[in-house]
């Protein structure tokens, strides 16, 4: 278990919907990070969060949007839903302190699935 | 062409085998290397990481740094059936500290089974 918790674990829905995924990190960890895993795509970087504020994006859609809260959980919205969204989607934590080696703990991630 | 490359397997080994496992990457920023495991329907979890060119081992598994060839490889001694698991590399660039911070950018991962 690496600390980070996912909400939900499973999420099926229909196109043109909007979903919440929800993520807690590791206790202490200030960074949050958004990665995508499909088949076709691998496991790629959405979007990184520090201590509240965007620190750095990826391929991340338009579509979606992500924000951490001052608790440091973490939500990403997917809106208009596609077909080819449907994809693991995980969260990892880090401390990122300035003089520390920056390891990512993955979550479980949430497997979404768009019909 | 991606800035990490996986040889994509899969894999089928007998247990006790040596494993090998390879990326090659084109961005010479990377400098902080990963070694991630992922069950099937479970998040990746780290198993090595290495900023330096050489090896580092720990236990059954070594990992291999070249930069000069940007090349980087995992060996599994004595692989067991447990082992049989999708194998991720990742990289990411560092502070001016040396420190790794940021996006990871992952390989297209390996799929390893290990037969009893």
């Known amino acids: 278990d690496s600390g980070v918790t996912q909400t939900p674990k499973h999420l099926i829905t229909a196109t043109g919907q909007r979903v919440t995924l929800r993520c807690s990190p590791r206790s202490g960890d200030l960074s949050v990070y958004w990665y995508q895993q499909s088949l076709d795509q691998g496991l790629q970087f959405l979007i990184q969060y520090y201590n509240g504020e965007e620190r750095a994006k990826g391929n991340i859609l338009e579509r979606f949007s992500a924000q951490q809260f001052p608790d440091l959980h973490s939500e990403l919205n997917l809106s208009s839903l596609e077909l080819g969204d449907s994809a693991l989607y995980f969260c990892?934590?880090?401390?990122?302190?300035?003089?520390?080696?920056?390891?990512?703990?993955f979550g479980p991630g949430t497997r979404l699935t768009v019909l | 062409q991606k800035e990490v490359e996986q040889d994509p397997g899969p894999l089928s080994v007998p247990e006790g085998a040596i494993v090998s496992l390879n990326c090659t990457y084109s961005n010479s920023a990377f400098q902080y290397f990963m070694w991630y495991r992922q069950y099937s329907r479970k998040g990746p979890e780290l198993l090595m990481y290495t900023y330096s060119s050489g090896n580092k081992e720990d236990g059954r598994f070594t990992a291999q740094v070249d930069k000069s060839s940007k090349y980087i490889s995992l060996f599994i001694r004595d692989s067991q059936p447990s082992d049989s698991a999708t194998y991720l590399c990742a990289m990411s660039v560092v502070r001016p500290s040396g420190t790794s911070y940021g996006k990871l950018t992952f390989g297209q991962g390996t799929i390893l089974t290990v037969h009893p």
């Open positions: 990892a934590s880090s401390v990122q302190g300035p003089l520390e080696t920056d390891t990512q703990y």
